[in-house]
C-alpha cells in the first residue's frame, strides 16, 4: 500500500483529501503546517507528497526546497496544490523540481489520476536504476559518451576570432563543431533587425548539429564571444556514427530533448520573467557555460541572452553590483552571491 504524505493548513480540505485517498486504496499522513510536513517526511520517507503552497510556519516552496537537499528524500514525486492558479506559482514551483500542480477546487477523479501517474513514473524510474536494465543503459550512456569524445579526436583544428562567424543563416550545414576552447553564441535576427541569442556553447560542446540530420539550411548564425579553437568535423562522419551507432544515437537524442526542453524553458522567461530575473537568469547561464563565476561578456550580448535592451540591462548590473550580488570591473563580472540570483524573483 502507498503513503501519501498531505500537507494542508485547511482542516476541511486536508481531510477530505485524505477520505478520498483512504477510499481509494492509499495510506495517508496529514500535516498541517510545512514544518510538521518535513518532520513526517524524514521519519516514514511516503511514497509521494501533496503539499499546498501557502501556509504558516513554511510554505510549500520551502518544503521542496528542503526536501530536495535531503538525502533520501530528493527522489520523492511532488505534488503541489494551491488555490492560486497565478502562473508565476506555477513556474516557481516547477522551477524548484516540483512533479505537478494541481489547483484547488480540484476534481477527485483528477486528483487521483495525477497521483497514479507520478506513482506509475516513479516506480519505473526506480526500476530502470536498480535493475540489470539501468546497468545496461549506464554502461550504454559511457560508452556513447566514449563515442562523442573519439568523434572530434584527429579533426581540423580552426581558431575563432572574437566576433567571427562560425556559420551564418541560410548557409548549408556541412560540419559538427566541437568546443576546445572559448565561447561561441548562436543568434537569431528579427524583421527589425534585432538579436536574440537562442544558445550560448562552451568548452567541451558540440553545436550546429540539428540541421545536419536533413541536409538543411541553419536557421541561426553562431559567433564566436571570444577567441576560440574549435574542432571541425565532416558530416560524413557525424551520420556515419548516428546511423549505425545506437548508443551514440540514443545520447544524440538525449541532446536534442535538452536544447528544446532549454528553448521552451527561455521562451517562457521571456513572456513572464521580471527584467532582474531574465539578466540574473542569462548570467547564470553564462557562467554555467564557461564553468566559472567571472564572467566577460560584452552588454549588447548580455541583452540579447536576457531578451531586453542594452541600457535596461546596464541598469540592472547597476542595482545588482549596489546590491553586492555581483562586482564590475570594465567589462568583467564577477558573482558574488549566486544563491540570489538562482532565487531572483518572477
Given at each position: 500500500m502507498k503513503l501519501i504524505l498531505v500537507i494542508e493548513d485547511n482542516l476541511d480540505v486536508r481531510e477530505n483529501i485524505a477520505e478520498i485517498l483512504d477510499l481509494s486504496g492509499y495510506k495517508t499522513l496529514e500535516a498541517e503546517n510545512g514544518k510538521i510536513g518535513v518532520a513526517l517526511a524524514r521519519s516514514h520517507k511516503p511514497d509521494l507528497i501533496l503539499c499546498d503552497v501557502m501556509m504558516p510556519e513554511l510554505d510549500g516552496f520551502g518544503v521542496l526546497k528542503i526536501l530536495n537537499n535531503t538525502p533520501g528524500l530528493s527522489h520523492i514525486p511532488f505534488m503541489f496544490l494551491t488555490a492560486k492558479a497565478e502562473k508565476s506559482d506555477f513556474?516557481?514551483?516547477?522551477?524548484?523540481?516540483?512533479?505537478?500542480?494541481?489547483?484547488?477546487?480540484?476534481?477527485?477523479?483528477?486528483?487521483?489520476?495525477?497521483?497514479?501517474?507520478?506513482?506509475?513514473?516513479?516506480?519505473?524510474?526506480?526500476?530502470?536504476?536498480?535493475?540489470?536494465?539501468?546497468?545496461?543503459?549506464?554502461?550504454?550512456?559511457?560508452?556513447?559518451?566514449?563515442?562523442?569524445?573519439?568523434?572530434?579526436?584527429?579533426?581540423?583544428?580552426?581558431?575563432?576570432?572574437?566576433?567571427?562567424?562560425?556559420?551564418?543563416?541560410?548557409?548549408?550545414?556541412?560540419?559538427?563543431?566541437?568546443?576546445?576552447?572559448?565561447?561561441?553564441?548562436?543568434?537569431?535576427?528579427?524583421?527589425?533587425?534585432?538579436?536574440?541569442?537562442?544558445?550560448?556553447?562552451?568548452?567541451?560542446?558540440?553545436?550546429?548539429?540539428?540541421?545536419?540530420?536533413?541536409?538543411?539550411?541553419?536557421?541561426?548564425?553562431?559567433?564566436?564571444?571570444?577567441?576560440?579553437?574549435?574542432?571541425?568535423?565532416?558530416?560524413?562522419?557525424?551520420q556515419l556514427l548516428l546511423f549505425n551507432n545506437r548508443d551514440f544515437a540514443a545520447k544524440f537524442i538525449k541532446m536534442l530533448a535538452n536544447q528544446v526542453e532549454q528553448s521552451e524553458k527561455q521562451l517562457l522567461e521571456f513572456a513572464y520573467s521580471s527584467v532582474r530575473k531574465k539578466v540574473a537568469n542569462a548570467l547564470l547561464s553564462i557562467s554555467e557555460t564557461s564553468k566559472s563565476d567571472k564572467i566577460k561578456i560584452l552588454r549588447e550580448d548580455l541583452a540579447q541572452l536576457a531578451g531586453t535592451a542594452k541600457e535596461t540591462v546596464i541598469r540592472t548590473l547597476s542595482d545588482f553590483k549596489s546590491e553586492k550580488i555581483i562586482d564590475i570591473q570594465g567589462s568583467n563580472i564577477n558573482i558574488l552571491n549566486k544563491n540570489e540570483l538562482i532565487e531572483m524573483p518572477q
Open positions: 513556474r516557481k514551483g516547477m522551477g524548484l523540481g516540483a512533479d505537478d500542480y494541481i489547483t484547488k477546487p480540484f476534481d477527485d477523479v483528477e486528483l487521483l489520476e495525477a497521483i497514479e501517474m507520478r506513482l506509475k513514473k516513479s516506480a519505473k524510474i526506480q526500476s530502470v536504476s536498480t535493475n540489470e536494465e539501468g546497468i545496461k543503459l549506464l554502461y550504454s550512456e559511457a560508452k556513447a559518451n566514449k563515442e562523442f569524445e573519439n568523434l572530434s579526436n584527429g579533426k581540423e583544428v580552426k581558431n575563432f576570432r572574437k566576433k567571427e562567424f562560425v556559420y551564418e543563416v541560410e548557409h548549408y550545414a556541412k560540419s559538427l563543431y566541437f568546443i576546445v576552447s572559448g565561447q561561441v553564441k548562436c543568434y537569431q535576427t528579427n524583421e527589425f533587425g534585432k538579436e536574440l541569442i537562442i544558445n550560448l556553447y562552451g568548452p567541451n560542446q558540440f553545436f550546429g548539429y540539428l540541421p545536419l540530420l536533413g541536409n538543411l539550411k541553419y536557421e541561426e548564425s553562431c559567433q564566436a564571444l571570444e577567441d576560440s579553437v574549435i574542432r571541425i568535423i565532416p558530416i560524413e562522419d557525424f
